[in-house]
């Protein structure tokens, strides 16, 4: 079989794939799977029983890394990854891993279980080429990258693939298809990014304007899944709470970082791992495809009700508050080794 046919064939296995994760969110059912063990439960193609990988830079602007902690000692969340690296908002790459780390060990000596080391990706802002082909893109080959593709092989199945959840730029998932292109098969990528319109959305600010290039990649190669809702989370663990906390190493990395939260709606990135854990946490999907891009370089998004992007454009932030605030409190969640 020549590239090019073979380019088709796994081409057309993906979206195959992706029709079929689409017809289970739906409610169809796909192939001989038992029907109650492979449709999703809530509005997205992907849940909680997926493995998961988490790509972000900054440790202290948001509770993603707590949110997916909690999940996974608790067995909500299969996390077999996290991916570190730096952006313009945090340029530091040692600091941010640094500050993950510190968040890991503090887990880990608080009796959470499941918790991965992160792992350091060092790899610039893609860079479109003077072609405007994806195929002809210069890749990093960054450490992320190679992580993702790794781990997707060892983890993806048909009906559950490995879902890569970002809060950050997505340079290092576009770059795990440049190195391997058959990684389309095996991941979904679901990210907190970008904003909505009564037209579709854009790719822009939060996260989408740090690599514009990452965006359009993974918008046109991959399974991707945009959540373009955010809720206020500096109301996940207010001063008021702090008090109530058990006394541990996690709790006293969450109470020092407590005040550096960003007041700031569309700062939230926990919002892709909890609609994972939650499913009932999305309450409203459009379907886009990526067409182009707006005056200010950022890839758009327009409705289009067979397009392959899901586009979460309404949430339920209390619904994420009240579980955060119930794991941090029950006195089930952290245990002595």
């Known amino acids: 079989m020549g590239w090019g046919s073979a380019h088709v064939a796994r081409r057309r296995r993906r979206a195959q794939s992706w029709i079929a994760l689409a017809l289970s969110a739906a409610g169809c059912g796909v192939g001989s799977l038992d029907a109650g063990a492979d449709q999703p439960k809530g509005k997205l193609p992907v849940d909680y029983r997926n493995p998961v990988v ?32 730096n952006s313009p908002a945090w340029t530091s790459l040692s600091d941010n891993l640094s500050g993950w780390q510190q968040m890991v060990a503090g887990a880990r000596q608080s009796g959470l279980k499941n918790i991965p080391d992160p792992v350091s990706s060092v790899g610039s802002a893609l860079v479109r080429p003077s072609d405007g082909s994806i195929g002809s893109t210069v890749p990093n080959r960054s450490q992320g990258a190679l992580f993702i593709v790794e781990t997707s092989k060892q983890l993806s199945r048909s009906y559950r693939p490995l879902v890569v959840v970002t809060g950050g730029r997505l340079t290092d998932v ?14 979904v990528v679901l990210s907190s990014l970008g904003s909505s319109n009564s037209g579709g959305g854009e790719m822009g600010i939060p996260n989408g304007e740090m690599d514009p290039w990452a965006d359009v990649i993974v918008a046109q190669k991959l399974r991707y899944i945009q959540i373009s809702a955010f809720y206020d989370q500096t109301a996940d663990l207010p001063a008021s709470l702090l008090p109530q906390l058990p006394s541990n190493a996690f709790t006293a990395w969450m109470q020092a970082k407590q005040s550096q939260i960003f007041n700031d709606v569309k700062a939230a990135d926990q919002v892709g791992v909890v609609s994972l854990g939650i499913p009932e946490f999305v309450s409203a999907v459009s379907r886009d495809a990526q067409e182009g891009t707006a005056t200010n370089n950022l890839p758009v998004l327009v409705s289009n009700d067979n397009g392959p992007i899901w586009l979460v454009t309404q949430i339920n932030g209390a619904l994420a508050t009240a579980r955060f605030w119930q794991m941090l409190l029950d006195a089930t969640t952290f245990t002595s080794h």
């Open 174 to 187: 576009a770059d795990a298809y440049l190195v391997d292109p058959t990684v389309a098969d095996r991941i």
């Open 54 to 85: 988490l790509c972000n830079d900054g440790a202290y602007d948001n509770w993603q890394g707590e949110y997916a902690m909690l999940f996974a000692s608790a067995g909500t969340l299969s996390l077999a990854g996290i991916v570190i690296n």
